[in-house]
């Protein structure tokens, strides 16, 4: 248990700080690779759909029919799907428009005009943006994290696609905060600790949830993951995807992500 606790805040560490990387990309890129990003967000996509669907929605129904019996265990897990879309839907409702996560932003914005803007507008934006990203990535961390504890394997998944998922977050921070100060520094600092709060999240899974944790609370739990990732597939992966999509390229990486998905299922779980 101790090594899985290990693991499951490393890798948690890693998927929140890929909006770092993002920030970086923006830097040292001339403009967008949106085919990259397409397949990207397609492929992270297809992960987050199959698992939750094929696996982590199963688990959790197991854990709770075996703790609670048939029907109690079937509504119990229904009803903690649903309820974690509801966590997921509630905090996109409370996010202002001008700092959605879900805007998405190109590397050649900063670029198009050939110098910096001084606009408190554009700054605030920026630093919305990186509010938000640290809201949704908090129940991400706490996902992240139980998935390791409860089976390693389909905690790496998850980790790398959320990961993935962060990166154009990164981009979509520090585009708009470079712009408006000039400083590289700035944006990838705000960009960097926008990442922070999925960490955060594992923290506070360990220190909250930790003691409570049996196959209930680990259903429930995990009931809820497959909601939350489900949920940000459709409602931020697939649209971003699509929106910097050429020729079906999103879907053939949401196809590749659950064909990749379901290898890793049966050769390796």
Request: charged share 15%.
């Amino acid at each position: 248990m101790a090594e899985n606790v290990l693991l499951a805040f490393g890798l948690t560490l890693f998927a929140g700080l890929a909006t770092g990387i993002g920030s970086l990309l923006a830097f040292f890129t001339s403009t967008t690779n949106t085919k990259f990003l397409s397949i990207a967000l397609g492929f992270s996509a297809g992960v987050m759909i199959y698992v939750s669907m094929i696996e982590i929605f199963v688990k959790a129904k197991d854990a709770l029919v075996g703790a609670m019996g048939v029907q109690s265990g079937n509504w119990l897990t229904v009803a903690g799907f649903f309820g974690g879309m509801l966590l997921i839907a509630m905090i996109d409702k409370f996010i202002p428009k001008a700092g959605n996560p879900h805007e998405l932003k190109k590397v050649e914005e900063m670029t198009s005009s050939g110098k910096t803007v001084k606009d408190p507008a554009l700054l605030k934006m920026g630093t919305f943006t990186a509010l938000a990203i640290a809201i949704h990535n908090f129940p991400e961390g706490i996902a992240t994290f139980t998935s390791v504890l409860q089976d390693p394997a389909l905690g790496i998944a998850i980790a790398f696609a959320i990961a993935i998922h962060n990166i154009p977050e990164g981009i979509a921070v520090s585009v708009p905060v470079y712009f408006a100060t000039g400083d590289k520094k700035k944006a990838f600092k705000l960009s960097f600790l926008s990442g922070l709060s999925e960490p955060i999240g594992a923290i506070a899974a360990y220190f909250i949830l930790m003691p409570f944790l049996n196959d209930v609370m680990f259903g429930i739990i995990f009931a809820a993951v497959a909601g939350i990732m489900v949920f940000i597939s459709l409602d931020e992966l697939l649209p971003a995807a699509k929106k910097y999509d050429e020729d079906h390229l999103s879907i053939y990486g949401l196809i590749g992500g659950m064909v990749v998905m379901a290898l890793s299922l049966l050769l390796f779980i």
